[in-house]
């Protein structure tokens, strides 16, 4: 079903710069999968509504007890919540990529430059954060 993305170290060396655009990447992919995920579930749900609709109607036109015929009924209304739920959870995932497409833009226009001129140097630089106001 779905893939796990890995854990990120939060300090030292793994907020260098290209682990940090990294991170941004691994954010904007796993809300692209979170997306793709919740889509498939939403349509899935939404089958098994549909046809709990059709069952409790095949139902009621066979003269079950009207007990059952809600009680199939409820089941296609929950269905029915679930794709409202995947529906705000694609929303949310979506607004997550696009927040980590941005950053990780920001993130390169503030300090891709600093970056190429650092690793093009030949002097020992500094570990991650000691430049890092206080």
């Known amino acids: 079903m ?78 029915g919540r679930v794709v409202g739920g995947c529906k705000r959870l694609t929303g949310a995932a979506d607004r997550v990529h696009q927040a980590a497409g941005h950053l990780r833009s920001e993130h390169q226009a503030e300090y891709g430059g600093i970056n190429t001129a650092m690793t093009t140097s030949k002097a020992r630089q500094a570990k991650p954060g000691f430049y890092v106001p206080s």
Not at 13 to 23: H, L, M, S, V
């Open 2 to 79: 779905g893939h796990i993305a890995p854990a990120v170290a939060a300090d030292g060396a793994a907020n260098g710069y290209t682990a940090i655009a990294a991170k941004f990447n691994a954010l904007q992919h796993a809300a692209a999968s979170l997306m793709e995920e919740a889509e498939v579930v939403a349509q899935r749900m939404r089958t098994n509504g549909n046809a709990a609709v059709r069952v409790a109607e095949l139902c009621a036109a066979a003269e079950a007890d009207p007990a059952h015929v809600a009680a199939v009924a409820d089941v296609g209304e929950a269905f």
